[in-house]
């Protein structure tokens, strides 16, 4: 909304200013200054109000209402604007300017000098459809547009007015809000109200009539006329016009909460939204608090929000900072987005890095700053390289936890982690030291081919990445077909290449997981190799209830979409154990292991006695000839029934639809992007799945077993459009799989809700 008014300031047919006024608490009061001393609009003015100085004219009122003072203040306008201020108009935030509102400003001409609000009638039934509500005129009037003429209502006494009329509602009813007291108010004094047309206030809430309000052209259409832009030949006009540029600046865009100690270390980058899977990486790896600025456009900061609701980004941490430098030119203005990042960083000490760079859990040096280290030692909050100098302890340690290697990629597998880490700790130990002071002059750091590489070196690391994919995309096929792709392009490129190294092959499936020894002794101790085993406890949980997960790699990945969704949704969950094998079915032994896991599940189910035992790891698609005597269905029985015995509620996952590729779908999608090859036909029919499995699920309905729940996965993966199931998401062209079966990110999110209704089924089942 405020985007669209400042564009419309610079409008050629504006006669006057446009000035805003906020009435804002603390961290707004910081926010916005820097956003308007960036955004240099033409004729645009503000002045900002301390909300807190004047909260107690409002904060007596009892209010349910999210909003709570923030939406009450609006009473108080009057009061609080100075006596310069003759008319105004009040906007909820949440608004989209389409149309000209100029006429607007003349609502109380020919009206008569009682009239101080202007507002519009809802169009919802609020104040109808409910028998217990304040009074209001007919359907009532919504407050989120009012045109206020404040000279008017200060002559009439408006803080008695509204303070009278609040202090009646709330002798019949516990609670008020604003909007509840304007129409209260208006009912007594009808002649204080100018109802506007319903299209300068068209609501959109769920509960909206639209039809009450027929008319299409609504609020401002804004028409910016743009200036021919002169060419220019010199070599440096655009560089010495970025440096000239004031980049309009959002600080604290996301729900930030402020560390409680300025002792602690802040990580200080900077980043664009195609970088943003970098970033969720560094949130992972840097607990510490995190300022980043992000270099993007009203369009990007829109997509980057909808993502971290997504995704719960914002609610399972609040200790990181992200300021948005709304993108200006042609250059990426790097020592900008540096500043702003560092000067949004609340902490004597911070850690800066470039996004490509994921710091080790636990970064060694972090902890030194913020437990042993005083403001005598580092007067500047920085650290130089010579303090390694007399302290090799020092420079391994700093060696060991900064580094670029990322444990949760493949890319180099024949040299795992354990092989890498003290080969790039041994090398950077030494270089650290070999740069001190009174050894810097040695003939190893000043030869002259040592010199030459590294005057080459930035050039090396710029151009290595863009070498390696052209070098794959040549080993991979014998024509390469490479073509200039945008930021989103480029991302979905870099990401499914990523997946496409499966790391789902880890003994835990999320950092919450825990070593697992009372289910070993369960089990008698059995401890096969390759297993996927662990114990998680909820931190909010306060039933008692017990979810034991069997079955092969599918069930490890089941895990990570069950941990989120029994935190958010399933306080009832108190325990949720993890006890899988890969590749191992019950009617098809392809590893010599599978027959002693198998024969362990039912006594850990025994032991256990799980209110919910999921059984992941069913693969039951021979030709069935004869339903009254097949022996894979008996077999598949005999199996699921002591479980189904030990188990309050048995929940069997039914295979879902799963890609048929040469190298995986996470490859599939990578080669295809980056030769700019169609990618539409990555997808097969829901109905092809049910006719190709139909003997599996043919053998399903056999099974009867009281207490066992059939879990439909392949309706959610298949949700997306009617009869078709996507290998990809189209929206942000991410693989669904990593291979053939195993599912990524965005393809275990097609199941979070599946999940959660079938725990929720489950939990219904228990409290009959």
């Not at 540029?245 to 409680?260: A, D, E, G, I, P």
């Not at 949760?408 to 270089?431: C, K, M």
């Not at 929940?651 to 996470?666: A, N, V």
Request: aromatic share 12%; proline share 5%.
């Amino acid at each position: 909304m405020l985007r669209k008014f400042a564009d419309a300031s610079s409008t050629t047919d504006q006669t006057g200013p446009l000035y805003f006024h906020f009435i804002a608490d603390k961290r707004a009061r910081r926010v916005i200054p820097t956003l308007f001393d960036t955004w240099e609009l033409p004729s645009v003015h503000y002045s900002i109000y301390d909300l807190e100085r004047h909260k107690d004219r409002v904060d007596w009122i009892p209010s349910k209402h999210y909003s709570s003072v923030y939406g009450l203040i609006r009473l108080a306008i009057p009061e609080i604007l100075p006596d310069s201020v003759k008319e105004v108009l009040f906007l909820d935030t949440d608004l989209v300017v389409l149309n000209d509102i100029s006429p607007i400003f003349d609502v109380f001409k020919g009206a008569s000098d009682s009239a101080m609000l202007a507002m519009a009638e809802n169009i919802s039934p609020w104040y109808t459809k409910h028998k217990n509500h304040w009074p209001a005129r007919g359907r009532g009037f919504n407050a989120g547009v009012i045109y206020l003429h404040l000279e008017r209502a200060r002559k009439a006494n408006w803080t008695n007015l509204f303070t009278t009329a609040a202090k009646e509602g709330l002798t019949k009813f516990a609670y008020g809000h604003d909007q509840d007291i304007l129409n209260a108010l208006v009912v007594s004094r009808p002649e204080i109200v100018v109802q506007l047309p319903c299209e300068y206030n068209f609501q959109l809430a769920s509960s909206a009539q639209p039809g009450k309000c027929q008319k299409e052209d609504r609020f401002v259409k804004i028409s910016t006329e743009f200036k021919d832009l002169k060419e220019n030949d010199a070599d440096c006009e655009e560089l010495l016009e970025a440096i000239q540029t004031k980049y309009r600046t959002h600080l604290y865009f996301n729900n930030y909460v402020k560390t409680n100690t300025t002792d602690d270390i802040t990580l200080v980058t900077h980043l664009t939204v195609d970088r943003f899977d970098a970033f969720n990486s560094v949130l992972e790896s840097w607990e510490g608090p995190v300022s980043v600025a992000v270099y993007c456009t009203d369009a990007e900061l829109s997509q980057i929000e909808k993502f971290m609701k997504a995704t719960n980004m914002g609610r399972r941490r609040k200790n990181f900072a992200m300021h948005a430098v709304f993108k200006a030119g042609n250059y990426y203005p790097i020592n900008y987005l540096r500043n702003v990042a560092l000067n949004g960083s609340n902490t004597d000490f911070v850690y800066t890095a470039d996004i490509d760079f994921i710091p080790s859990k636990g970064l060694a040096i972090a902890a030194v700053l913020a437990f042993h280290l005083d403001e005598a030692t580092f007067p500047s909050g920085y650290i130089g390289v010579d303090i390694f100098c007399d302290n090799v302890v020092w420079a391994a340690a700093f060696a060991t936890n900064v580094h670029t290697v990322s444990e949760e990629e493949d890319y180099f597998a024949e040299f795992p982690a354990f092989v890498l880490r003290p080969i790039a700790v041994a090398l950077t130990s030494g270089l650290l030291i070999l740069g001190c002071e009174d050894i810097r002059q040695s003939r190893l750091l000043t030869n002259r081919p040592l010199v030459y590489l590294g005057d080459l070196s930035y050039v090396v690391y710029l151009a290595h990445w863009p070498i390696i994919i052209v070098w794959k995309s040549v080993s991979d096929s014998s024509t390469v077909s490479l073509y200039v792709a945008d930021a989103d392009i480029t991302a979905a490129i870099e990401w499914n290449e990523k997946v496409s190294h499966n790391g789902y092959r880890k003994s835990k499936p999320f950092k919450e997981c825990l070593n697992d020894s009372e289910g070993v002794r369960m089990r008698g101790g059995y401890t096969g190799k390759d297993r996927f085993e662990c114990g998680w406890k909820p931190v909010n949980a306060t039933g008692s209830l017990e979810i034991l997960l069997v079955g092969n790699s599918v069930a490890h990945l089941a895990a990570m979409i069950l941990q989120p969704v029994i935190e958010e949704n399933f306080p009832e969950v108190r325990l949720m154990r993890l006890f899988a094998m890969p590749a191992c079915h019950p009617n098809e032994f392809v590893q010599s292991v599978c027959p002693a896991y198998l024969k362990a599940i039912p006594k850990q189910v025994e032991a256990m006695k799980p209110d919910i035992t999921f059984v992941i790891s069913t693969k039951l698609i021979a030709p069935l000839k004869n339903p009254k005597n097949d022996a894979a269905t008996a077999k598949f029985a005999a199996f699921l029934q002591p479980i189904a015995n030990s188990s309050r509620v048995i929940i069997l996952d039914e295979f879902y639809p799963r890609p048929t590729s040469e190298k995986g779908m996470g490859i599939t999608m990578y080669k295809r992007l980056l030769k700019n090859e169609p990618i539409t036909d990555l997808k097969a029919t829901y109905q092809s799945f049910r006719i190709k499995f139909a003997n599996y699920f043919a053998r399903l309905d056999l099974l009867r077993i009281p207490n066992l729940i059939r879990h439909n996965t392949s309706a959610a993966m298949c949700a997306e459009e009617l009869g078709w199931c996507w290998w990809y998401n189209r929206k942000n062209l991410h693989t669904y799989f990593t291979d053939h079966t195993h599912l990524t990110v965005d393809g275990r999110e097609l199941l979070r809700e599946s999940y959660t209704n079938v725990i929720r089924n489950a939990i219904d089942r228990l409290e009959l």
